[in-house]
Every structure is written in C-alpha cells, then in structure tokens.
C-alpha cells in the first residue's frame, strides 16, 4: 500500500509540473504571436509611391552608383549570402533580370554581407546586373528602406522626375513587361 500511494503522489506531481509547464508554453507563443503580428504590420521596404533616397556608391566593378544619374525603370534585388530563402530566389531573379527590357544597365542587385561570403552571389548577379556588396546598414539598404531579405523592388522616375517605388513586391514568376 506505500508504494501505490508513492506512485500515485509521484504521477500527481507530474501531471502537476506538465499543467505548469503547458501553461508557460501558452503564455510564451501568445507573446511571440503579437511580435510577429506587429512585425508583419511593418514594411519590408519602401512602398509604392515613395521616393527612393540618395545613395552614392560604387558596383563592385568599381562603376559609380549615383541615384540621380539612373534614369527609366530600374530593377533592384537585395539578397544576402546567410539567408536560405536568397538562395532559392537568386536563380529566379537572375532569369527575370535576364529578360529586363533595359538589360543590364537597368537592374541593381545588393548583396549584404561581406565580400568572401557574398562571392557565388556576386559571380551570378553580375552577368545580369549592376552589382553592389555592402555591410548591413549600407547607402543601398538605407535608400530603398530594407527591412528584410530577399527584397525585389521596381523604382521609376515620376511625373517630377523624383525616381519612385512603383512596386515594391515583384513577382519574379511573371514575365517582364516590354516598355517601348
């Protein structure tokens, strides 16, 4: 009889510590629910309508980067090499860039991380864009508003000729839209 009465205080206590516990788990993923509800609230980047800021920098082909001298709809791509989801959006973005109806001279891919760490990207971005590596917090970053990665943007300049974000989610699964 002691030892039934040790084996049910024992399972009381378990299933005592288990309620404790539970209840803990429930407070804790209410608290990051409303973290990620406000985190979702917030923009990844600029939004549509919203002037590009002034940045002034240079490709890593040493060509200067100057946002008053871009001119038309530009293209941008901010990828960095320790995100997995930049991995699997590189090659998608590489073959819309490749279809770009201004080619070359109007994509701007940033790639955000150091130079050794970011080389792979570099390689493939740069058959199809102007590219630019930067540290967290950099001109191209900080001019676009990139909150988050991958981030495809498409700026052009408006009616006052400021250069705008026209969309700030690109879809790289459709096919560009030829301008004449």
């Known amino acids: 009889m002691p030892v039934l009465i040790?084996?049910?205080?024992?399972?009381g206590t378990l299933c005592t510590l288990n309620?404790?516990?539970?209840?803990?788990?429930?407070?804790?993923?209410?608290?990051?629910t409303e973290l990620l509800g406000a985190v979702q609230g917030d923009p990844v980047s600029l939004e549509v309508g919203q002037e590009v800021g002034e940045f002034d920098t240079s490709t890593v082909g040493g060509e200067p980067?100057?946002?008053?001298?871009?001119?038309?709809?530009?293209?941008?791509?901010?990828?960095?090499?320790?995100?997995?989801?930049?991995?699997?959006?590189?090659?998608?973005?590489?073959?819309?860039?490749r279809r770009e109806p201004g080619g070359r001279s109007s994509v701007v891919a940033t790639v955000v991380g150091?130079?050794?760490?970011?080389?792979g990207f570099v390689a493939e971005l740069g058959q199809v864009a102007h590219v630019v590596v930067e540290d967290p917090g950099g001109a191209m970053g900080t001019a676009l508003g990139i909150r988050a990665f991958p981030s495809v943007l498409r700026a052009d300049r408006d009616g006052a000729g400021r250069l705008v974000v026209v969309d700030d989610d690109v879809a790289l699964s459709r096919p560009t839209t030829l301008t004449a």
Not at 6 to 11: D, I, K, M, T, Y
Not at 19 to 32: D, S, W
Not at 71 to 78: K, Y
């Open 114 to 119: 150091d130079a050794d760490s970011a080389s």
């Open 19 to 32: 309620l404790v516990l539970t209840l803990g788990v429930v407070k804790r993923l209410r608290e990051h």
């Open 65 to 97: 980067l100057v946002r008053d001298l871009l001119s038309g709809p530009v293209l941008f791509g901010f990828f960095s090499p320790t995100c997995e989801p930049c991995k699997d959006k590189l090659p998608r973005f590489v073959e819309y860039a």
């Open 6 to 11: 040790a084996v049910v205080a024992l399972v």
